[in-house]
């Protein structure tokens, strides 16, 4: 069993920065792809970004490549996405989700088997 929990939201100014984390529980965490997924208001669920378990690969919607940064560290058992020169199109609710069978990072919510609450993101113009 994964536990997940993500922090870090907030209400912020275009342009500004910042860092959402994931803490996870769980033995298999530190081992396998954590993901972070949005949902704006009235939008379907949408991949932001992606890292493998080692923290050695990583993978991008385009919409964040460039801005955001997704990392890990894995004594910690969090993950991390910085996010940079927000948009009021990054309003959204930010969750994380964990793999349980792949080490790689993939773009599929269903590729994923647990879930976060989810922390939101308000970027105000």
């Known amino acids: 069993q994964v536990q997940l929990v993500e922090s870090g939201g907030g209400l912020v100014q275009v342009g500004d920065s910042l860092r959402l984390s994931c803490a996870g529980s769980g033995h298999t965490f530190s081992m396998n792809a954590v993901a972070w997924f949005r949902q704006g208001p009235g939008k379907e669920r949408e991949f932001v970004a992606a890292?493998?378990?080692?923290?050695?690969?990583?993978n991008y919607a385009g919409s964040a490549k460039g801005r955001f940064t997704i990392s890990r560290d894995n004594a910690k058992n969090t993950v991390y996405l910085q996010m940079n020169s927000l948009k009021p199109e990054d309003t959204a609710v930010y969750s994380c989700?964990?793999?349980?069978?792949?080490?790689?990072?993939?773009?599929?919510?269903?590729?994923?088997?647990?879930w976060g609450q989810g922390t939101q993101v308000t970027v105000s113009s």
């Open positions: 989700a964990a793999a349980i069978l792949w080490q790689t990072p993939r773009v599929r919510p269903q590729d994923y088997s647990y």
């Open positions: 890292i493998s378990g080692s923290g050695g690969t990583t």
